[in-house]
Nanobody, 112 residues
């Protein structure tokens, strides 16, 4: 059974950076595309970024394109989301998703 544990969230100021990690267990990680989603206050959960199984293809929501980078390390069973130039509206709980399973989420708060 797949299990994902996110980490790396926190409180930052606008313009700063954070890198989120999502560690997978219980699955052959390299078989599965992975995605990051976020759910902000009063908002629906939205897809932020996706990556294919070997990391050669990525997609991004328009709102984060050029600022966020998704990557993965299949040897470490981990997917990452590097977030730069963070904005107030990036405040959300961030979830990784793959193999039909959600992680528990990690909170990112951007505040001045």
């Amino acid at each position: 059974q797949a299990q994902f544990v996110e980490s790396g969230g926190g409180l930052v100021q606008p313009g700063e950076s954070l890198t989120l990690s999502c560690a997978a267990s219980g699955i052959t990680f390299s078989y599965y595309p992975m995605s990051w989603f976020r759910e902000g206050p009063g908002n629906n959960r939205e897809k932020v970024a996706s990556i294919n199984t070997d990391g050669t293809f990525t997609t991004y929501a328009d709102s984060v394109k050029g600022r966020f980078t998704i990557s993965r390390d299949n040897d470490k069973n981990t997917v990452y989301l590097e977030m730069t130039n963070l904005r107030l509206d990036d405040t959300a709980t961030y979830f990784c998703w793959g193999a039909g399973t959600w992680g528990q989420g990690t909170q990112v708060t951007v505040s001045s």
